[in-house]
């Protein structure tokens, strides 16, 4: 009897044995999987160590594989949730390759929606952006007015405004309008450096002069508001007007304004109501405020009047087509 219960014992133990065997088997094979998983993430020159992910797969985080059951947005919100960009990760990439992306409109993917496009596009900016460092540090001028912006917009690198900055100061030697533009934009509005609205005025003003109808606007802008100077009315309607004979709309309001308000200049409605149908010309009429604008100068004005500055813009707007076509 005992035996027998000794011989059961043995084979119970043995059949234990073979089921933990198996299930050990199980996992490895599983673990194999995962491992794969994981080299599945790799694209280009795209590692797991760059996508964040290099102990993932041994942790088994979500993020081993990141496409499998999971919607596009679902796969930005995993992403998300370890301070990995999608676009950078090329995530994304693998799951379109595969054929797992679900269609999915909601918040999270609105701005991602064509994801392998993007990742393509993330490779090629780092590939372009190493290649404007290198110009840019050899004294291309115009390299470094591109490094800037990619510095900006982090386009094949991080953001860095502080960078976007020093790279624009060592750029605006070139003598470069829209260098000068932006230079002065980033004082203006104090990215990546302070905010210093007399070296901002200074360096619209060296644009100005050189005919950027939105530098010319700008220096108008800060003579009206006293913004880096005292001031100035009579400067303001100057660079404002110059400005409008470029056809840009927002002076043309500021005109009608400064003629509405005798600002720099002596109250002339007819004027103002000549600017105020421009600008409307310019924005489409899309601005409510504007009609209401011309419905009160109309009051101030006689029907004759009224038809003589009609016809008049008129002819200014079909010049505007014609410079457009």
């Known amino acids: 009897m005992k035996l027998e219960i000794l011989k059961g014992e043995i084979i119970n133990i043995y059949s234990l044995i073979i089921i933990i065997s198996l299930s050990m088997t199980t996992i490895n094979i599983a673990q194999d999987s995962k491992s794969n998983d994981c080299q599945k993430c790799l694209l280009d020159s795209v590692t797991c160590a760059e996508m964040g992910i290099t102990n993932s797969c041994s942790k088994e985080s979500p993020l081993y594989d990141p496409c499998k059951d999971k919607t596009c947005g679902e796969r930005c919100r995993v992403c998300s949730s370890e301070d990995v960009d999608c676009l950078e990760t090329a995530v994304i990439n693998v799951c379109n390759t595969e054929g797992k992306c679900k269609p999915d409109t909601g918040a999270h993917c609105k701005e991602k929606q064509e994801y392998q496009y993007d990742i393509q596009k993330s490779v090629v900016n780092r590939e372009i952006f190493k290649n404007t460092l290198n110009k840019a540090t050899g004294g291309d001028s115009k390299a470094q007015y591109q490094l800037a912006k990619m510095y900006y917009l982090g386009q094949g690198t991080q953001k860095s405004k502080k960078k976007s ?79 409008s004979k470029q056809g840009y709309a927002k002076s043309h309001g500021m005109l009608a304004r400064m003629y509405y308000k005798q600002e720099g200049v002596k109250r002339n409605y007819a004027k103002s109501y000549e600017h105020t149908l421009i600008m409307m010309y310019l924005n489409k009429g899309k601005d409510s405020n504007i009609q209401r604008s011309i419905d009160i100068l109309e009051k101030k004005l006689s029907k004759k009047e009224i038809e003589k500055i009609n016809k008049k813009v008129k002819k200014i707007a079909d010049k505007l087509n014609k410079s457009d076509l």
């Open 165 to 243: 900055f020093e790279w624009t100061k060592i750029a605006v030697n070139n003598g470069n309008i829209n260098v000068q533009e932006y230079l002065a934009s980033m004082y203006f509005n104090g990215q990546g450096t302070e905010k210093n609205d007399e070296k901002a005025l200074y360096w619209f003003e060296k644009a100005a002069k050189k005919g950027s109808k939105t530098a010319q606007d700008a220096v108008a802008s800060m003579y009206y508001n006293g913004q880096g100077t005292l001031k100035n009315y009579k400067k303001a309607f100057k660079w404002f007007k110059k400005a």
